[in-house]
């Protein structure tokens, strides 16, 4: 069956970094957009970052662009997602995302990973 399996979440320090990953079975990975969501108490789910099927073209949320960086491996079947420079308002639950469509919905989620950023 499809998984995506996220790790790498935790509590950091303001300024700080995270390397978060996700990692893909029971479908052509290569042949998904990947991206990832989060979550904040109250708020809706909002866009981080999303990556090609081929990793050549990257979005990223307004709030995060200049910090974070998405990455695949295509021979790994794993997405990851640098933070750097982490805010207090970066905490959230992260979930993994794959599309067929780069400007799409998602087919499949993980089950998310908390990500606290606080001193």
């Known amino acids: 069956q499809v998984q995506l399996v996220e790790s790498g979440g935790g509590l950091v320090q303001p300024g700080g970094s995270l390397r978060l990953s996700c990692v893909a079975s029971?479908?052509?990975?290569?042949?998904?957009?990947m991206n990832w969501y989060r979550q904040a108490p109250g708020k809706e789910r909002e866009l981080v970052a999303l990556?090609?099927?081929?990793?050549?073209?990257?979005t990223y949320g307004d709030s995060v662009k200049g910090r974070f960086t998405i990455a695949r491996d295509n021979a790994e079947n794993t997405v990851n997602l640098q933070m750097n420079s982490l805010k207090a308002e970066d905490t959230a639950v992260y979930y993994c995302?794959?599309?067929?469509?780069?400007?799409?919905?998602?087919?499949?989620w993980g089950q998310g990973t908390q990500v606290t950023v606080s001193s």
């Open positions: 029971g479908f052509t990975f290569r042949d998904y957009a």
């Open positions: 995302g794959a599309r067929i469509n780069y400007r799409g919905t998602n087919r499949y």
């Open positions: 990556i090609s099927s081929t990793g050549v073209i990257t």
